[in-house]
């Protein structure tokens, strides 16, 4: 089994499991052992998938705006998670292939493996609530035909994005290509960095 074909059977079984219940307040009940990469792999999902349905959520016209504002602010947290965990998984890779021998004139990729990955688990995300679309007994006959178009294009995505990550890992396992993890260094989540809120310090 490739890596991500073990990544989009793990990203399933996340969308699975939290559709049991289905509610963004439902606990994680993460099934791999603790400091694994499908631990993480699980848990980057799983996030993603309650992000997923906050985002529904929030968009909702009548919703108040109390409310909005509580929703706001939990998602730029979930934001958060989601790049510290894509950072875990880059560390992991990191680690994997820290012995590599690499060639004179090895090139470094575009994006880190790792936030390939978080597009491969968004796009796991897409495919599941466009099949959904293709299966409702509510919608019209050519609402379905059109997200049967667009999830056989996922589905494509899905099939090309997971090669190219395969085929990066394997450049880097041979040291034709080169890794590094790179932090996000969001700024707007840093009191020290955040105008708006250094600024409150100083009144």
Not at 7 to 27: E, R, T
Not at 135 to 154: F, M
Not at 162 to 177: E, T, Y
């Amino acid at each position: 089994m490739s890596f991500t074909e073990h990544c989009n059977s793990i990203f399933i079984k996340a969308i699975n499991d939290y559709h049991l219940i289905d509610d963004v307040d439902n606990a994680i009940c993460n099934p791999y052992e603790a400091g694994t990469i499908e631990n993480r792999l699980y848990l980057k999902c799983w996030i993603d998938t309650v992000q997923w349905h906050l985002e529904d959520i929030i968009r909702d016209p009548d919703i108040d705006p109390v409310a909005a504002l509580q929703l706001k602010r939990r998602i730029d947290h979930s934001n958060q998670e989601r790049t510290d965990l894509v950072e875990q998984i880059d560390r992991y890779l990191l680690y994997k292939y820290n012995d590599v021998k690499v060639q004179a004139d090895a090139r470094i990729n575009t994006e880190s493996p790792a936030w390939a990955v978080d597009r491969l688990s968004i796009l796991a995300l897409k495919i599941y609530h466009m099949k959904e679309q293709t299966e409702r007994d509510d919608a019209e006959a050519g609402h379905k035909e059109l997200c049967r178009q667009k999830l056989e294009i996922l589905l494509e995505q899905q099939t090309d994005l997971s090669m190219a990550i395969d085929q990066l890992l394997d450049d880097i396992a041979n040291g034709r290509k080169y890794m590094k993890v790179y932090r996000q260094m969001k700024m707007y989540n840093d009191p020290a960095t955040n105008p708006v809120l250094y600024g409150k310090k100083d009144r």
